[in-house]
DNA sequence: GCCAACGTTGGC
DNA sequence: GCCAACGTTGGC
């Protein structure tokens, strides 16, 4: 018999730019590679601790007053090279990448819903429940960061209204 | 291996 | 578009 404990499901927070790719986006290609991320921590929490099943929120960055969380999704690919690296009309490409050891990761994403109104990032700043999460803190720049489940619970079901 | 210069992110 | 934060790069 296997004593092998199963993993409970991590909660993550992931970040695009809506004019670079935006929830409507992914609504409509229900599944998409989260590729670009040129970042060793992130690059690291993809490759170390992002499982196929976890639970992310989708948050809309550099979107003025409409900055924050517009809905939800979930990994149903864990982390591969990212084949953008390797593609030099990609926006980010890596020269220095060895093909054979790839530098950078990439996961595949699933849509899971859209929230009727965005948790802007200024309401999420309002709300002490939410202090600790490192969304809310100034000069944070990661495009991925873990969250705790009680804040995803929360403004999931701030969402719902 | 220090650290200044530089580039990028992202809120405002 | 400004600027603070901070990761990365490269000269020494």
Not at 68 to 91: H, R
Not at 124 to 139: A, H, I, R, S
């Amino acid at each position: 018999m296997s004593t092998k404990k199963t993993r409970s499901t991590h909660y993550w927070l992931l970040k695009s730019e809506p004019e670079c790719y935006s929830i409507d986006d992914l609504k409509r290609d229900k599944v998409e590679m989260w590729d670009g991320t040129r970042n060793y921590q992130v690059r690291n929490m993809m490759r170390d601790q992002m499982k196929k099943g976890d639970l992310c929120l989708f948050y809309h960055s550099n979107a003025g007053t409409k900055t924050g969380v517009v809905g939800t999704m979930k990994i149903v690919k864990e982390a591969y090279p990212d084949p953008t690296q390797f593609d030099p009309n990609s926006e980010h490409p890596d020269p220095k990448s060895d093909p054979e050891n790839p530098r950078w990761l990439c996961v595949d994403v699933q849509f899971t819903h859209k929230f009727a109104q965005p948790v802007t990032l200024q309401e999420l700043k309002q709300d002490p429940f939410f202090k600790d999460m490192t969304v809310v803190q100034k000069g944070n720049r990661l495009s991925v960061m873990p969250i705790k489940k009680k804040h995803y619970e929360k403004i999931v079901a701030r969402a719902k209204g």
